[in-house]
Nanobody, 123 residues
Framework: QVHLVESGGALVQAGGSLKLSCGASGGILSTYAVGWFRQAPGKERDFVATINRSGGLTTYTDSVKGRFTVSRDNAKNTVYLQMNSLKPEDTAVYYC????????????????WGQGTQVTVSS
């Protein structure tokens, strides 16, 4: 079983950048595909991006394409979400999650979750 911990959330102005990290303990993260999700107040948890175990494949939701980049450093047991050109509508709690197979876009497909990190984008 892998334990995930997100970090890097902050308050940032529109147009700014943040880099979120998803660290793992209790397991080898390189054996999992990892997804990023976000949940705004009163809304469902939505898919943001996912990366396969090697880092060679990525998928993004349309609203973040060209602005967000998911990557991983398996030697550090860490997955990253680089977020550029942030918009107020990106404000949410961001979660990372892990599953064995790449390609999941639904939160129900993921087995392990972090506790989330708050990203707030001011206009």
């Amino acid at each position: 079983q892998v334990h995930l911990v997100e970090s890097g959330g902050a308050l940032v102005q529109a147009g700014g950048s943040l880099k979120l990290s998803c660290g793992a303990s209790g397991g080898i993260l390189s054996t999992y595909a990892v997804g990023w999700f976000r949940q705004a107040p009163g809304k469902e948890r939505d898919f943001v991006a996912t990366i396969n175990r090697s880092g060679g494949l990525t998928t993004y939701t349309d609203s973040v394409k060209g602005r967000f980049t998911v990557s991983r450093d398996n030697a550090k047991n860490t997955v990253y979400l680089q977020m550029n050109s942030l918009k107020p509508e990106d404000t949410a709690v961001y979660y990372c999650a892990a599953r064995r197979l790449y390609g999941g876009r639904s939160s129900s497909e993921y087995d392990y979750w972090g506790q989330g990190t708050q990203v707030t984008v001011s206009s």
